[in-house]
């Protein structure tokens, strides 16, 4: 399913983020695609928080949600994550799109998160 988006997750970009965020966002990223199939877009997690909080805590309770709420306002923050589509009515589920591959830089403002352009350019070695 998500191997390219779980080693993105995993990578040493994403290792401020506290272990419960950490935890909550490469779960999102095993069921999301890594690519395009059908209907269904790459990057983006329809799971639901319900198997989020069994991932988190092995329990769908209030607690287990309740964490999840706070790794999910804790991913968007750092640019991990961005929702876009909110859970309307019993059984429909918030959309996210995992943005893993594309760090952003949190400013101390109220503000929206930056792109970051984290490429660091090659040099030869030992090349005249």
Do not use: C
């Not at 191997?3 to 935890?23: C, E």
């Not at 395009?36 to 991932?55: F, I, M, N, Q």
């Not at 999910?72 to 991990?80: C, D, E, F, S």
């Amino acid at each position: 399913m998500g191997a390219r988006l779980v080693a993105a997750a995993m990578s040493a970009t994403w290792s401020h983020l506290g272990n419960r965020d950490r935890l909550v966002l490469v779960a999102m990223s095993l069921t999301a695609l890594d690519t395009a199939k059908g209907d269904l877009e790459a990057g983006r997690y329809y799971g639901g928080h319900g198997y989020l909080s069994v991932a988190l805590t092995g329990a769908d309770d209030d607690l287990g949600r309740q964490a999840v709420k706070r790794a999910v306002a804790a991913l968007i923050k750092a640019g991990a994550i961005t929702r876009i589509g909110e859970a309307e009515g019993r059984f429909m589920r918030a959309t996210y799109r995992i943005s893993t591959g594309q760090p952003m830089l949190v400013t101390d403002d109220a503000g929206p998160a930056e792109p970051v352009e984290n490429v660091v350019p090659l040099r030869r070695v030992g090349v005249s």
